[in-house]
């Protein structure tokens, strides 16, 4: 069970998510909202995968800081930001509905990477304020809404198509050990990281 949650917090469904949402903004004829979205995805996915690098290469002494959680960090950026199109319109209950299921999502598939020992706490706790600054810097951005309801049923058929495939073939793509390489080329001789090997 907790196997199928967290898939929901893969790379690979985040990211067809993300480019899913990137392709509604842009045709709801927002291209602020596009390219607010864009750099603010590179932004969270650019952090979160340099500090990933860094911290598997360099772990502070004393802290349970080895990986910031990308599950975490990303599920609050891409899930948020749904949840951020898919509130602008419709009726109060609707828009309450939608924010707390984002919200339930989120919390979900972060305390997952916990009960999995996946993460520490402080782990998932550093992603998510990478991924709810990313998302924040979005917000700020994007301007004024597009003139389309954003297609959150079609979202969730998505994330669930393709979070069942990559169960089903048990499958999960991980660039953990590509991260942990390149931090140790380049992070020896960084701050906090004269133990680098």
């Known amino acids: 069970m907790l196997e199928r949650l967290t898939e929901f917090g893969n790379a690979a469904v985040l990211s067809l998510l993300a480019l ?3 392709l509604w903004l842009a045709r709801a004829g ?5 390219l607010a979205w864009s750099g603010a995805l590179l932004l969270c996915v650019g952090t979160i ?3 990933k690098g860094y911290f598997l ?3 502070l002494p004393g802290w349970a800081l080895h990986s910031p959680s990308g599950h975490a960090g990303f599920s609050l950026f891409v899930y948020g930001g749904i949840t951020l199109c898919a509130v602008r319109d419709g009726s109060a209950w609707r828009r309450g509905l939608l924010t707390l299921l984002g919200v339930a999502a989120i919390a979900a598939i972060a305390w997952s990477r916990y009960a999995l020992g996946a993460h520490t706490p402080i782990e998932i706790v550093f992603g998510l304020l990478l991924g709810g600054g990313a998302l924040a ?3 700020a951005l994007r301007g004024p809404a597009g003139t389309r309801r ?4 079609a979202a969730a058929l998505l994330a669930f198509a393709i979070a069942a495939t990559l169960h089903a073939f048990d ?3 991980s660039f953990e050990g590509w991260l942990r390489e390149l931090g140790r080329r380049f992070a020896t001789g960084l701050p906090f990281c ?4």
């Open 20 to 22: 899913l949402v990137a």
């Open 30 to 34: 927002s291209r602020r909202a596009a």
């Open 49 to 51: 995968s340099l500090l």
């Open 57 to 59: 290469a360099c772990p």
């Open 137 to 139: 810097t979005f917000a």
């Open 150 to 153: 954003f297609p959150y049923l």
């Open 171 to 173: 499958w999960h793509p």
């Open 194 to 197: 004269s133990h680098a090997s």
